[in-house]
């Protein structure tokens, strides 16, 4: 099996590459063109990906890839992904989060309908939440530029798939981390901060809304159910989500409980981490993934928190010394 991954320098795509190639698959990873590649989160198995150059904005090198490749799969998980990036560039992240989609899947329907899809959707779509819990049905009402463009990526799958037939899927994933999640995103953010606070190397970690509420799972867990997906017969959208939610402060609390150091001396709050329409509260439903797919996730919230400081104190351990 052959299966060209976007983004595959980022948390998903370096995960979704670790499995597919334990599978035995032979995988490509579309690269932009970069003076600095950020390849640290796949260089344990840089030697073993194919990497192809090419761009979602640009239509003709999409094209161009995949009659080259003739991937079996294809996982479009590239996109401008940091929320609060969106509003400070809300037409480029509609360029790659939307339109960007729908090059690929236009690519797909010119070479070979045959090629199976999956597409990274995002809770962040459902937004200001019109159900508890959220499930594929839920009707969405996005709260940023990022879930806006979701929406439509979301959407156009769909829309390719009952126009055309295509074995085109989206996998609705609720917020997934891991020790490869960037140092940009709040979790990862916590627990790098404990980490310096732990070892000496900072004394303040400063947070926006700690009251948000998150559907939070490892994201070593779900890439295990986009390839689930691409192995059905019928294609689909699926939920995927622990059906748990915690609020950042509760994230908070686990990290330094973990560090045996207590939290209160340590945060303070910036209004700069506000969002300007903040989801308040996600948890979704993932009963369908489960009894369709058989996926269930092996990792809780307390076990998710221990890995991720586990993994950031030894790292900075080694910059120490």
Do not use: C
């Not at 009402?141 to 799958?157: D, E, M, Q």
């Not at 058989?294 to 998710?304: A, M, N, R, S």
């Amino acid at each position: 099996m052959r299966a060209l991954i976007t983004g595959i320098t980022g948390q998903d795509g370096s995960y979704l590459a670790d499995l597919l190639l334990e599978k035995g698959y032979e995988v490509y990873g579309m690269v932009r063109r970069a003076s600095t590649e950020p390849f640290d989160r796949i260089q344990h198995i840089r030697d073993r990906i194919n990497f192809v150059q090419a761009d979602l904005l640009d239509q003709l090198s999409i094209i161009t890839i995949i009659e080259e490749i003739k991937p079996d799969e294809v996982y479009n998980l590239a996109a401008q992904s940091f929320v609060p990036t969106s509003w400070s560039q809300p037409v480029l992240t509609g360029e790659f989060n939307a339109l960007g989609v729908t090059k690929m899947l236009e690519a797909i329907r010119l070479v070979s309908k045959k090629i199976r899809f999956y597409q990274a959707s995002s809770s962040e779509m459902f937004g200001k939440v019109l159900e508890v819990p959220q499930t594929e049905t839920t009707p969405f009402y996005p709260r940023s530029p990022y879930g806006v463009a979701k929406v439509y990526g979301h959407w156009i799958t769909i829309n390719y798939r009952e126009s055309y037939g295509i074995h085109a899927n989206s996998g609705i994933l609720f917020n997934h981390e891991s020790p490869r999640r960037g140092l940009e995103f709040v979790t990862r953010k916590i627990t790098d901060g404990v980490a310096r606070i732990k070892l000496g190397l900072a004394d303040k970690l400063a947070l926006g809304n700690l009251d948000a509420k998150r559907d939070w799972g490892f994201a070593g867990d779900y890439v295990r159910a986009m390839w689930l997906m691409l192995q059905q017969d019928e294609p689909g959208d699926f939920v995927i989500a622990t059906g748990e939610s915690h609020s950042v402060k509760e994230f908070v609390i686990e990290a330094f409980g973990h560090a045996d150091l207590d939290w209160e001396k340590y945060i303070t709050t910036d209004p700069r981490f506000m969002r300007p329409a903040e989801v308040d509260f996600l948890v979704g439903n993932a009963n369908k993934a489960k009894s369709v797919l058989g996926w269930v996730p092996e990792y809780d919230f307390k076990g998710l928190v221990k890995m991720m400081i586990d993994a950031d104190l030894k790292r900075l351990e080694g910059q120490k010394n």
